[in-house]
């Protein structure tokens, strides 16, 4: 069975950094783009990063300069690096991939992460 699994979050304090992991595991044939979301309290869940197979990369404008993501194909896992955090930048951070499983017929499926809680204090 695939699954997303989150790493990385916690309590830093402002100006901080932090660099969260999501790694995928079970029967996986390919990953298509992986990304990352995040959700503030009483907030929907908004984009903050993509990166295809490929590389290409694009982020939210709220985040650009700041946050940086990249993955790594032998390993499964994508990355979000994240530099001078400020206090709004408090959510939980998901991790979402297109995810094609080693089943037959060989079909691209969505999933995610449980997230992780990224908490940053003035």
């Known amino acids: 069975q695939v699954q997303l699994v989150e790493s990385g979050g916690g309590l830093v304090q402002a100006g901080g950094s932090l660099r969260l992991s999501c790694a995928a595991s079970?029967?996986?044939?390919?990953?298509?783009?992986m990304a990352w979301y995040r959700q503030a309290p009483g907030k929907q869940r908004e984009f903050v990063a993509a990166?295809?197979?490929?590389?290409?990369?694009s982020y939210a404008d709220s985040v650009k300069g700041r946050f940086t993501i990249s993955r790594d194909n032998a390993k499964n896992t994508v990355y979000l690096q994240m530099n001078s955090l400020k206090p709004e930048h408090t959510a939980v951070y998901y991790c979402?991939?297109?995810?094609?499983?080693?089943?037959?017929?060989?079909?691209?499926?969505?999933?995610w992460g449980q997230g992780t809680q990224v908490t940053i204090s003035s």
């Open positions: 979402n991939a297109g995810i094609v499983p080693a089943t037959f017929p060989p079909n691209e499926y969505d999933y």
């Open positions: 990166i295809t197979s490929d590389g290409s990369t």
């Open positions: 079970g029967s996986i044939l390919s990953i298509n783009a």
